[in-house]
């Protein structure tokens, strides 16, 4: 790459919430970015947002979940940005409840969104990554793969994630190919409104309930877990990989 190309970036998930920070921060950083969602029109916030600051970026619809959609997008983003060197699996879903009532179908919709989402996005933008001889994968972990009461489907895909992410590490490495995950704590976003939402509280209340546990008496903001993925992404991280990064206020582990 000459230093004047840009690198592509691509971040799932990316209409809102950590993926809308993250896709602006690493515009920030100089790179294009394709901002994949389920719809299209939702994307259209964070790439105004970024082309406003002269930043680059399209709006991809797609489900992360489905090979055929995956393949399209990626086509898409080699034809209209260039080759993708950096991926963000970020695009997650929540559907909470206790083992005994947890349906198949929450199981099946949240392992299909995180696991074998990553897996297919990684999978198809990974040659990609081979071919420049550069790489960074971040996938989105969570506290919650340390486990969590109502959320079997999501721990084990959070879990799981980082299994993965380990993996990739490892048979990537040699191709300047690096894969790291963060682990999110309590992140306001609409993710954890909805949680507010669904155990009956307030979502100031439940911020502040939830800001009083973390060390620094605070919940964290999208733009804390961006800034965490700026740097597994940038250029200087290459001797960085297979780390799980909890940014939660406090440790974790
Ligand atoms: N908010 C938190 O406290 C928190 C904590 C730990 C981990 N995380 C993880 O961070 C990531 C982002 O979370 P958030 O809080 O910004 O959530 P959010 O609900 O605000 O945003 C998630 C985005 O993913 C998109 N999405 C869902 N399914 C998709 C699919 N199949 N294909 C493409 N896009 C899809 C949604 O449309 C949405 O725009 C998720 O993986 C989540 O599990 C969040």
């Not at 993926?19 to 970015?33: N, P």
């Not at 970020?90 to 099946?108: H, I, P, Q, Y």
């Not at 306001?188 to 979502?203: I, L, P, S, Y």
């Amino acid at each position: 790459m000459s230093t004047t190309e840009q690198r592509v970036a691509v971040v799932t998930g990316a209409a809102r919430g950590i993926g809308a920070a993250t896709a602006v921060r690493l515009a920030a950083e100089g790179r294009a970015v394709a901002v994949i969602d389920l719809d299209e029109a939702a994307c259209k916030d964070t790439v105004d947002k970024i082309t406003a600051a002269g930043g680059k970026a399209i709006a991809v619809g797609a489900d992360v979940s489905d090979e055929a959609q995956v393949e399209a997008a990626v086509a898409r983003i080699v034809a209209e940005l260039g080759a993708p060197t950096i991926l963000v699996n970020n695009a997650g879903v929540l559907r909470d409840n206790l083992l005994f009532k947890m349906s198949v179908s929450d199981w099946d919709t949240v392992l299909n969104v995180h696991l074998r989402g990553s897996f297919l996005m990684t999978k198809a933008v990974q040659k990609h990554m081979v071919d420049a001889g550069f790489g960074r994968v971040v996938n989105l972990s969570s506290s919650s793969a340390l486990g969590n009461r109502g959320q079997a489907n999501y721990s084990a895909a959070k879990a799981g994630l980082q299994g993965f992410t380990k993996t990739l590490a490892i048979e990537l490495g040699k191709f300047g190919i690096t894969a790291n995950a963060v682990a999110p704590g309590f992140i306001a976003t609409e993710m954890t409104k909805a949680t507010a939402d669904r155990v009956g509280m307030g979502f100031d209340d439940f911020k502040k309930a939830a800001a009083s546990a973390i060390p620094v008496q605070r919940v964290g903001e999208p733009e804390d877990i961006a800034n965490a993925i700026a740097f597994f992404t940038g250029e200087a991280a290459g001797f960085v990989s297979g780390q799980v990064l909890y940014v939660a206020g406090g440790p974790l582990d």
